[in-house]
């Protein structure tokens, strides 16, 4: 079955970089659109970041355009968000998530999730 390892979190200062990065097995990766999803303690999980097959295209939460970038690398079979420019907000866990389709991932309706990763911005 289709697994995601998220890894990378870590605690970070205000201002900060961090990498995250998502393992896949089980699926044939490049046919798979890929996206990052957060959670914050209280609140409901938010879409972050989604790529499609290749690549090519890449969107992104309003909150986060413009720091954080979103890559793949289908030889490696594994995706990565570049967060940079934390701020405290960005503090979550972070969870990896597959689907065939990109707009499933758009709208949060994804078939598969990762376990998620601690991203803890202190200021």
């Known amino acids: 079955q289709v697994q995601l390892v998220e890894s990378g979190g870590g605690l970070v200062q205000a201002g900060g970089s961090l990498r995250l990065s998502c393992a896949a097995s089980g699926l044939t990766f490049s046919t798979y659109a890929m996206g990052w999803f957060r959670q914050a303690p209280g609140k409901e999980r938010e879409f972050v970041a989604a790529?499609?097959?290749?690549?090519?295209?890449?969107y992104y939460a309003y909150s986060v355009k413009g720091r954080f970038t979103m890559s793949r690398d289908n030889a490696k079979n594994t995706v990565y968000l570049q967060m940079n420019s934390a701020k405290p907000e960005d503090t979550a866990v972070y969870y990896c998530?597959?689907?065939?389709?990109?707009?499933?991932?758009?709208?949060?309706?994804?078939?598969?999730w990762g376990q998620g990763t601690q991203v803890t911005v202190s200021s």
């Open positions: 790529i499609s097959r290749g690549g090519t295209y890449t």
């Open positions: 998530a597959a689907d065939a389709r990109i707009a499933t991932i758009q709208a949060g309706l994804c078939g598969s």
